[in-house]
C-alpha cells in the first residue's frame, strides 16, 4: 500500500480512541499500524485483568507464546511471575497485566526451532507504542505499578530510567497521568506509587535462578505490603 510505511512509522498515537474503556482500547490497538513490529506478529496482545486494578503490572513485551495466544503472560515467564506473586501475597485476579510494546518482536525462524527467539524492542518501537500504555494507565487508574523490567521501566519513567538503582523500592510518582510519569521525592499520600523490579525472563536466564527468583519474591512483598 503507498505510503503505509509513513504511516507505520508514526507511532500509536492516531489509533488510540478517545472515548471508552479498555475494552475499546484492546479492539483498536488489534488494528494497530504505529511501528512495523505488527507485520510479523500473529497478532496484538493487549493488556489484561482487572480494567479497575489497584495494580498493573508491566513487561516488555508478548513473547511466542503469548503471540500465539493473544493474552499477556501466558508463557513461561508469565508462569513464574504468577507464582511470585502468589508467594509474595498478591491476588493476580485483582491485577492488571500488560507489557510497554504490544507486538512481539523475533529474530528471524530459522529451520527446526520451535519457538521463536524473542528481540528485545528498540527505543523507537518502544516511544510508538507508548500511547497504549499510557492510555491504559490513564483508564485503570492503578494505586500502583510494577516495572518488570528496564523496557517497562524507560517506558513509565522515561529513558534515563535504571532498574538497578531503584529496584524494590516504593517510588511516589508526580500528579499527573501522562508518560512518562516522573518521581516525585516527597512523599505525600494518595501519590500513586512506583515499584521496579527484574523481569521474570531475567529470573529464567540467571545463573542462580534460586537466588534472582527470591529477588523478585521479596520486591514483590514490598508492593504487597503498600496494597495491605
Ligand atoms: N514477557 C513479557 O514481558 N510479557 C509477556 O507478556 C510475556 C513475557
Ligand atoms: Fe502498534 Fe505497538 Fe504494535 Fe507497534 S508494537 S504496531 S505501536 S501496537
Same mark, same amino acid.
Given at each position: 500500500m503507498p505510503g503505509s510505511r509513513d504511516v507505520a512509522s508514526g507511532g500509536a498515537l492516531p489509533y488510540?480512541?478517545? +472515548? &471508552?474503556g479498555i475494552p475499546a482500547l484492546r479492539r483498536a490497538a488489534a488494528d494497530? +499500524? &504505529?511501528?512495523?513490529?505488527?507485520?510479523?506478529?500473529?497478532?496484538t496482545v493487549f493488556g489484561a485483568g482487572r480494567?479497575?486494578?489497584r495494580l498493573m503490572l508491566v513487561g516488555e513485551q508478548p513473547g511466542d507464546q503469548e503471540d500465539k495466544a493473544g493474552?499477556?503472560?501466558?508463557g513461561p515467564a508469565g508462569h513464574l511471575l504468577r507464582k511470585a506473586l502468589g508467594e509474595a501475597g498478591i491476588?493476580?485476579?485483582q491485577a492488571y497485566f500488560t507489557n510497554a510494546v504490544k507486538h512481539f518482536k523475533f529474530a528471524p525462524v530459522t529451520e527446526g526451532r520451535k519457538r521463536r527467539i524473542h528481540k528485545a524492542p528498540n527505543l523507537r518501537e518502544l516511544t510508538a507504542c507508548r500511547p497504549w500504555l499510557a492510555a491504559e494507565v490513564r483508564r485503570v487508574n492503578p494505586e500502583l505499578l510494577i516495572a518488570l523490567g528496564a523496557t517497562a521501566g524507560k517506558s513509565l519513567?522515561?529513558?534515563?530510567?535504571?532498574v538497578t538503582e531503584s529496584r524494590g523500592a516504593l517510588l511516589s510518582l508526580a500528579s499527573g497521568?501522562?508518560?512518562?510519569l516522573a518521581v516525585d521525592e516527597e512523599e505525600g499520600d494518595g501519590h500513586r506509587r512506583l515499584l521496579a523490579t527484574v523481569h521474570p525472563s531475567a529470573v529464567l536466564r540467571a545463573k542462580d535462578r534460586e537466588e534472582a527468583y527470591g529477588g523478585l519474591v521479596s520486591d514483590l512483598r514490598v508492593a504487597a505490603r503498600f496494597l495491605g
Open positions: 488510540v480512541p478517545a +472515548r &471508552g494497530c +499500524r &504505529g511501528c512495523s513490529l505488527y507485520e510479523d506478529a500473529t497478532q480494567a479497575r486494578a493474552e499477556p503472560f501466558v491476588d493476580e485476579e519513567l522515561g529513558n534515563s530510567f535504571k497521568r501522562d508518560l512518562p
